[in-house]
């Protein structure tokens, strides 16, 4: 099932060019009072609202897709984890790149670790990516997406994609630059996840799914998450070694070589097979003229 939120707080079945209006299952979530338990309420709770949306979908009110806003499949999740360095030939571009490496030596992901991005920074796809510094080089990063259902830490390869309830198109925005990579990625609007969720049954290996994006028409990254150095399974059990994982955690799974710059103006194209397909307009953020000095 394609899972939407879309026009601020409703929910929705995809279904082709439609999205049915499922928002009344929302009920299925049981009121809850501070302190808040940690994780997105949704998806703590995505076995019930999902049973109710299927009970309502052949009565739902249909709308056109196109006529809808798009928003973060998870709304509030307590963290997002990215992985570093991820894709062989990334790891070889970033070698090569300056402008990537930023003097830094470019080593493994087992030797770096992953890293946070502020939950501020995410957005979804009906909502432009914000150009904070325009004088600094600012790139685009596909990504796979999970999105994790079930609370766990120490979590065993075995059973790690139990605790995946489904995927989405991640894009890793990212300023260049000597900063640690959980500052310069965490600036708001820098995370996108779209255009929905894709429960995790209708992904037979997400190990095994082609990724693409496009700036304005021209092809600029294409993968595979066959190239992954640690494969989905991998990632969730290394991330839980350190985190517990809890319900809506996002963990962006790295990106492929061809990440490169993108400028107010500019449109991008993300895609991944069986997950879907989404546009992200790139804008100017007016309120920050030029990047600080001395940072
Ligand atoms: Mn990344």
Redesign the pocket.
């Known amino acids: 099932m394609k899972l939407c939120r879309f026009d601020n707080d409703r929910l929705g079945i995809v279904e082709g060019d439609e999205v049915l209006d499922v928002s009344d299952a929302l009920d299925a979530i049981p009121p809850a009072r501070w302190p808040f338990p940690v994780g997105d309420p949704l998806i703590i709770h995505l076995e019930r609202v999902l049973a109710r949306a299927l009970y309502m979908a052949s009565s739902a009110p249909r709308r056109p897709l196109a006529g809808v806003q798009l928003h973060a499949p998870v709304a509030n999740p307590s963290k997002i984890i ?3 360095i ?1 894709y062989r030939e990334h790891v070889e571009e970033a070698r090569r790149d300056p402008g990537i490496s930023h003097g830094r030596e470019i080593k493994t992901i087992g030797d770096w670790g992953l890293f946070l991005k502020a939950t501020s920074s995410l957005i979804g796809p009906s909502e432009p990516v914000r150009v904070r510094f325009p004088d600094r080089r600012n790139d685009h ?1 596909i ?1 796979l997406a999970l999105v994790i259902g079930k609370r766990g830490t120490r979590i065993p390869r075995a059973r790690a994609l139990e605790h995946v309830c489904g995927y989405a198109i991640g894009l ?1 925005m ?1 300023v260049r630059g000597p900063e640690l990579p959980s500052f310069r ?1 965490s600036i708001d609007t820098y995370s996108v996840l779209g255009p929905w969720l894709v429960t995790s049954g209708e992904i037979a290996n997400p190990n095994d799914l082609e990724l693409s994006l496009a700036v304005n028409g021209k092809i600029r990254q294409r993968a595979s998450t066959r190239s992954l150095d640690y494969d989905c399974e991998r990632l969730i059990e290394f991330a839980s070694r350190f985190y517990t994982l809890h319900p809506g955690d996002v963990i ?1 799974t ?2 492929p070589d061809g990440v490169g710059p993108v400028q107010p103006g500019d449109v991008i194209v993300a895609e991944v097979a069986g997950v879907g397909r989404m546009e992200v307009r790139v804008v100017a953020d007016s309120s920050e003229p030029a990047s600080p000095r001395g940072v």
């Open positions: 990215g992985a570093p991820n990063e990504e890793d990212t990625k962006m790295g990106t």
